[in-house]
C-alpha cells in the first residue's frame, strides 16, 4: 500500500532562512512524488514533482526538493523563506502502474514564516 | 493559465438531501478525480474517471455517491442523501494524457455543509 509521511505538523522559520518541510514515502516499484501547497480557503496548487532524472528536482516559487531513494525522503526546501511562503504544504505519492491512479496526500504541514 | 473550475464555491444542504457538485476540467485533459478533506484533516481520494468509467474509487465513495460527465465538459459529483459527516470540502482534480502528464491539477474546492 501507498503511504506518505509529514512528521511536522508545524515548521516555524524566520523570513531569510533556509527552510525545509520533511517528506517520507512508501510505495511499491518507483515512486512519482508531488508537492502541492493550499492557501486559507484555496484549493491545491502544484509546486514540483519527482518522476525520474536528477535527485534535486525545482518548482514553483523557488522552491526545490530532493530525491532520497535509500532514505525514502522528499523533502521540499527552499534558501530563504518569505513571509509569503507561509501555507499548509502536502507531500503526495502515486503509483508507477497505473496513470488514472490516485494520489495519496500526508496530513499536511503549516509551514509558519515570521518576518 | 487554464485552471479547473468548480461550481457552486459553497453549498448548504440539509441531511438527506441531493447535491451536485460540478468540475470544469482543463480542455484536453482526459483524467478526472473527485478528492475531499473534511476541516482540518488530510486530502483523501474518492474516484478516477477516464474514458467515461470509474478507474477506481475508495472506501467513502459508497452507493450514495456518483460520477458522470453529462455532457462531455463538466465532470459532477452526486451525493444522494447527504449526512452530516459528508460535510467537508470537495475538491476535483484532472490530468492530462501522454508521457508527460503526471500530476494532476486542482480546482479551488466547494465547501458542503450538510446540517
Known amino acids: 500500500a501507498q503511504s506518505v509521511a509529514q512528521p511536522e505538523d508545524q515548521v516555524n522559520v524566520a523570513e531569510g532562512n533556509p527552510l525545509t518541510v520533511k517528506c517520507t514515502y512508501s510505495?511499491?516499484?518507483?515512486?512519482?512524488l508531488f508537492w502541492y501547497v493550499q492557501y486559507p480557503n484555496r484549493g491545491l496548487q502544484f509546486l514540483l514533482k519527482y518522476i525520474t532524472g536528477d535527485n534535486l528536482v525545482k518548482g514553483s516559487y523557488g522552491f526545490e526538493a530532493e530525491f532520497n531513494k535509500s532514505q525514502t525522503s522528499f523533502h521540499l526546501k527552499k534558501p530563504s523563506a518569505l513571509v509569503s511562503d507561509s501555507a499548509l504544504y502536502f507531500c503526495a505519492v502515486r503509483g508507477f502502474y497505473s496513470s488514472a491512479s490516485k494520489i495519496i496526500f500526508g496530513s499536511g504541514t503549516r509551514l509558519s514564516i515570521r518576518p | 493559465e487554464p485552471e479547473v473550475t468548480q461550481t457552486p464555491s459553497h453549498q448548504v444542504t440539509q441531511m438527506g438531501q441531493e447535491v451536485i457538485l460540478r468540475c470544469v476540467p482543463i480542455s484536453n485533459h482526459l483524467y478526472f478525480y473527485w478528492y475531499r478533506q473534511i476541516l482540518g484533516q488530510k486530502v483523501e481520494f474518492l474516484v478516477s474517471f477516464y474514458n467515461n468509467e470509474i478507474s477506481e474509487k475508495s472506501e467513502i465513495f459508497d452507493d450514495q455517491f456518483s460520477v458522470e460527465r453529462p455532457d462531455g465538459s463538466n465532470f459532477t459529483l452526486k451525493i444522494r442523501s447527504t449526512k452530516l459527516e459528508d460535510s467537508a470540502m470537495y475538491f476535483c482534480?484532472?490530468?492530462?494524457?501522454?508521457?508527460?502528464?503526471?500530476?494532476?491539477?486542482f480546482g479551488p474546492g466547494t465547501r458542503l455543509t450538510v446540517t
Open positions: 510505495v511499491s516499484g518507483n515512486p512519482y
Open positions: 482534480a484532472t490530468k492530462g494524457s501522454g508521457q508527460i502528464s503526471y500530476e494532476q491539477y
